[in-house]
């Protein structure tokens, strides 16, 4: 077995033990930089739109700066006032820092996504923040 | 040394090595379920408005079905025409599941946090993805 190998397996052990004695989902050395954004469809009720949007937004985990990605679409909680559920993608990024956010804006995957995808939404809302 | 040190110790030591390793921060078995939660303070320009709000904000990490809680302020990235930074803290929080937010919304940490913050206040947007 590699050393990676031996790494990788003594890691993934570790963060399962980790949590199960934390009681709660393990989670190290987060990023401090959240940049969330959120797609309005052009055709909210295609659903094949709405998956090229979502395998869009997958491309861009592979950008380096990158830390962890998530894609998601409206959850079924309870509809209140506050909550606004008329939005069809969201796209959460977590950045080490500011630098990694703005070299992520001006990346070529960034770049191919919004030529690919662009015309699939008509609104987008960003909330960059920075964790205190 | 005790069993469950050994195994805190273990778990850190790994999860370093892992981050060393994916070239990128580590991160585990993160819940599907993303809350986030922009607040407008009525005294935008209020620090100590703010900082009560951010203080009010870390007491629901108490509540056990908040499984990660991240406060934000408003990060210096460019200013864009899609980014909204007319926001003062945000609240991101993640759960396991639908069950784990309604019990939330319900919990008395959550309750004593709207008696004792709202007024700071003006306007709060939510959004619940699930992940994709």
Same mark, same amino acid.
């Given at each position: 077995m590699s050393t990676s190998r031996r790494t990788f397996l003594a890691a993934t052990t570790a963060a399962a033990i980790f949590t199960t004695e934390a009681g709660a989902t393990a989670v190290t050395h987060y990023p401090k930089l959240v940049h969330h954004v959120f797609f309005w469809l @052009?055709?909210? $009720?295609s659903k094949e739109d709405r998956d090229k949007l979502v395998a869009g937004v997958k491309t &861009? %985990? @592979?950008? =380096?700066? #990158?830390?962890d990605l998530r894609v998601g679409v409206v959850a079924s909680t309870e509809k209140r006032e #506050?909550? $606004?559920? %008329?939005?069809?993608v969201s796209e959460l990024i977590f950045f080490s820092d500011l630098a990694g956010q703005a070299t992520y804006q001006t990346h070529p995957i960034h770049l191919e996504f919004i030529k690919n995808c %662009?015309? &699939?939404? =008509?609104k987008v809302i960003v909330y960059d923040a920075v964790e205190v």
């Open positions: @052009k055709n909210p $009720d &861009l %985990s @592979k950008i =380096e700066t #990158v830390r #506050v909550v $606004d559920n %008329s939005w069809g %662009s015309h &699939l939404w =008509e």
